[in-house]
Structures are given as C-alpha cells and as structure tokens.
C-alpha cells in the first residue's frame, strides 16, 4: 500500500525546535521528491519546501530560509522536517506530500505541532 | 512570490447543483496548476493537475480549466462528499496555495 505516515503530536516551548518524520512505503522513495506542507488551526496551506530524496538536495520557501531543515534517510525510506527557534505562530498540522509531476498526489496524515509556555 | 486568488470565499451550494470555484495567478502560471480538496481533519486530496487533467479515482463530475492567470474548477453536481474547502495551487514558479474556497450547502 503507497503510503505515507508521520510521526505524533509534539508540544515545544518557545525557542526550541522540532524535528517531524514522514515514512513511506509501497514505491521506490527515491523516486520522488518530498514537499512540506503546514497549516495553521482554521487557516490555509503554506508551502514550506522540498528534498530530492535521491541527491538530498532542498529548496525552501524563502520564508523558512535558515530555520528549516529538511533531510532523508534513504535507508529507513523516511524524511524528516526540522524546525527551529519556534514561535507561537508556528503552531499548526504539518504535512509531508509526495510530488507527481510536481503536484502533491500522495499526502502523509499531518503531524499536529503546539508552540506554548 | 506568485500570489494566488480564490473566489468566493464560500459557496452556498443546494446537492445535485453545479458549482464553479475561480482561482487567478498575479502572473502566468501555465497550466502549472493543481486543485485540492479538504475535508476537516483531514489532509488534502488531488483532485486535478495540469490544470485539467484529473487525478487517479477522482470522478468526472470534478473538471479542471483555464492557463495563464485564470482558472476554473467545475464539480457538475454537487454530491453530499463534496462539500469541503477546495484549494488551488501553482507549481510554476516554487509552490504557492491560494486561501481557499469553502463550499457548503445552502
């Protein structure tokens, strides 16, 4: 079955990092690239980046730029978003999302992140 | 950036009725566009890429068109399963989303 799991629910203070994880499983890993998607509670999508799961190679949104980071681990067929200095507004269900023709077909079931004191 | 559009906001719509969903780029996208569908608690589907090409198992009532900066998502009859929020989304220049059209029963 092609699918895509993360990992739990997080809860981080200010300041601190989290570090999310997105299994797949049923096709070939490094076949594809690997997006990020979160959404903030009643807001819309925001686009965050991508890994090549082959080369690990990543472009971010400009936006995430020095505080994301995205990286794979080919042979455990899992990729991992990190990110850093959270702030509150960083709080939201974060999604891995397998890329077709660079459209997002295939999407993990989102990891929800709470940033509070 | 691109920024991508939607309208409207929300969509009043009665079961078995057409619904058409609007989505504009602030510049050329191509047919790089892709529409979503989300129902709560849930993460978004595929519904259409290339603008019109409909995903794998997405049933013909949902159509895709437009290029360039306009584009349209038509579902022809409007079923129960299909109220949701419906994005749309260019991949022509990175990836960016539009804010999203919720349609809901009238």
């Known amino acids: 079955q092609v699918q895509l799991v993360q990992s739990g629910a997080e809860v981080k203070k200010p300041g601190a990092s989290v570090k999310v994880s997105c299994k797949a499983s049923g096709y070939t890993f490094t076949g594809y690239y690997m997006h990020w998607v979160r959404q903030a509670p009643g807001q819309g999508l925001e686009w965050m980046g991508r890994?090549?799961?082959?080369?690990?190679?990543?472009n971010y949104a400009q936006k995430f730029q020095g505080r994301v980071t995205m990286t794979r681990d080919t042979s455990i067929s899992t990729a991992y978003m990190e990110l850093s200095r959270l702030r509150s507004d960083d709080t939201a269900v974060y999604y891995c999302?397998?890329?077709?023709?660079?459209?997002?077909?295939?999407w993990g079931q989102g990891t929800l992140v709470t940033v509070s004191s | 950036e691109i920024v991508m559009t939607q309208s409207p906001a929300t969509l009043s719509v009665s079961p078995g009725e057409r619904a058409t969903l609007s989505c504009r780029a602030s510049?050329?996208?191509?047919?790089?566009l892709a529409w979503y569908q989300q129902k709560p608690g849930q993460a978004p589907r595929l519904l259409i890429y290339?603008?019109?090409t409909r995903a794998t198992g997405i049933p013909a009532r949902f159509s895709g068109s437009g290029s360039g900066t306009e584009f349209t998502l038509t579902i022809s009859s409007l079923q129960s399963e299909d109220f949701a929020v419906y994005y749309c989304?260019?991949?022509?220049?990175?990836?960016?989303f539009g804010q999203g059209t919720k349609v809901e029963i009238k």
């Open positions: 510049q050329s996208v191509s047919s790089n």
């Open positions: 290339g603008a019109s």
């Open positions: 999302a397998r890329d077709i023709a660079a459209a997002l077909s295939l």
């Open positions: 989304q260019q991949y022509n220049n990175w990836w960016t």
């Open positions: 890994i090549n799961p082959n080369s690990g190679g990543t």
